[in-house]
Structures are given as C-alpha cells and as structure tokens.
C-alpha cells in the first residue's frame, strides 16, 4: 500500500502560518482519500481534513474550517495542509493517513497506511 512522508511542521506564534506535506510512494496508487489527523497531548486522534480522490469532496472539522485548507497535486501523489491564523489548541501531532477505499471518512479506523507524523507546536 506504500509510504507516507509527512514535513512541514514546527514552532511558530500564535496567528503564524504552516504547510504540511505528505508524499505518497507510487506504490500508494492515486485512488484514495487522504486524510489529516492529529492527536494532542492527552486527548484522541481526530479528523482534521480529508480529501477525496480527484478533489471529488473535501472536509474540514469545525475547529479548522475558514483556517485550514487541504490541496492534492496529483502528478506529484502529494496531499498539503494549508493552516493559517494558527492557534495554541491547534499543538498537536499531525499524521497523514490514506483511505483505499476511498470513501470520504473521518473515522481513524476507516485508514489503512498512516505517516509517522509531524509535531507542531503553537505558541502564545
């Protein structure tokens, strides 16, 4: 089912910007949905955005939506995580996860091949 890369993730202040990628190995194919998760200290993974194949649909949990935005450039099989106005409560792991089945969800468990994740940390 190939690899996922995931960078981009770091220190920045309050109201400050990131990108996230995530590379999908060719081996990963192209039909899939790829999601954004995160988990904070202490708390449980969750959804943070998703993508379906194509850009068919995308998905953004309340926290993140008007902030958040989640872009797939197809050539390159890489899926990114635009986050603006960040803030404290967005510290947290981020991992990139993709969905064979392609089918739009935002459970963890509906994910087969997850990143290693990426930590970004909001200061304020």
């Known amino acids: 089912q190939g690899q996922l890369v995931e960078s981009g993730g770091g220190l920045v202040q309050a109201g400050g910007s990131l990108r996230l990628s995530c590379a999908a190995s060719?081996?990963?194919?192209?039909?899939?949905?790829m999601g954004w998760f995160r988990r904070a200290p202490g708390k449980e993974r969750e959804i943070v955005a998703l993508?379906?194949?194509?850009?068919?649909?995308?998905y953004y949990a309340d926290s993140v939506k008007g902030r958040f935005t989640i872009s797939r450039d197809g050539p390159k099989n890489t899926v990114y995580l635009q986050m603006n106005s960040l803030k404290p409560e967005d510290t947290a792991v981020y991992y990139c996860?993709?969905?064979?089945?392609?089918?739009?969800?935002?459970?963890?468990?509906?994910?087969?091949?997850w990143g290693q994740g990426t930590q970004v940390t909001v200061s304020s």
């Open positions: 996860a993709t969905d064979h089945a392609d089918r739009g969800s935002v459970y963890v468990g509906d994910y087969q091949t």
């Open positions: 060719a081996r990963t194919g192209s039909y899939y949905t």
């Open positions: 993508a379906r194949w194509g850009g068919r649909s995308t």
